[in-house]
């Protein structure tokens, strides 16, 4: 199977951004219980249809990823998703949000640092259960993706928590967290951009 996985970089067009305490958001977003939710990650779409060859990518713009986090509470039943929950309707516990042509405004709340990314192509086997942050065509071995957000959205990538910069290790709950990222088949087609949600083994 063909992947790129995600990897610390600090020069260059790069395409991929962990953490950061800006977006280009005319708000921030908020959970249900009206707390700010934590960016996680973002990617210059240009950039990154680009080196995908990746066409459900918007053309350009960016995509940023935020999810509920409290170092000091349970949070992880808000940001993991089930048929379950998908017949009672998604909450915005996470956040992903298509930006084209808006100024960056801050993070209201602590963020995560700042650590640049690329990507790197190489393979895994098809079979192989990998906790890298990666971006694929097709979701990875031990990947429970809901029939039901098939229907709507892609798959593009998968992320490690603990690829997180410190003391963000924890960022999805549990340091060997693993997140995923499915992106609308249509940007501005009427759903949301995307849908972000981190799964339980």
Wanted: glycine share 6%; net charge negative.
């Amino acid at each position: 199977m063909r992947i790129h996985k995600i990897i610390p970089a600090s020069d260059g067009k790069l395409p991929f951004m962990f953490g950061g305490d800006s977006a280009h958001v005319s708000e921030w977003p908020k959970n249900p219980e009206g707390q700010d939710l934590l960016l996680l990650f973002t990617i210059d779409c240009k950039v990154a249809r680009q080196r995908l060859s990746r066409t459900d990518l918007p053309a350009r713009g960016f995509l940023h990823v935020f999810s509920t986090y409290d170092s000091n509470e349970y949070f992880i039943d808000s940001i993991t998703v089930d048929e379950v929950q998908l017949q009672k309707g998604m909450a915005s516990y996470t956040c992903v949000v298509h930006a084209d042509d808006v100024e960056p405004i801050k993070s209201p709340r602590p963020s995560i640092p700042l650590q640049l990314a690329d990507f790197e192509e190489t393979t895994i086997d098809d079979d192989e259960l990998s906790v890298l942050s990666l971006i694929a065509d097709e979701a990875p071995a031990g990947a429970l993706i809901p029939v039901q957000l098939s229907v709507d959205y892609n798959f593009l990538c998968q992320i490690y928590s603990s690829d997180f910069p410190a003391p963000f290790e924890d960022a999805l709950y549990m340091t060997d967290g693993v997140g995923y990222l499915l992106i609308n088949k249509q940007i501005g087609g009427g759903k949301s951009d995307g849908c972000f949600f981190v799964q339980v083994a």
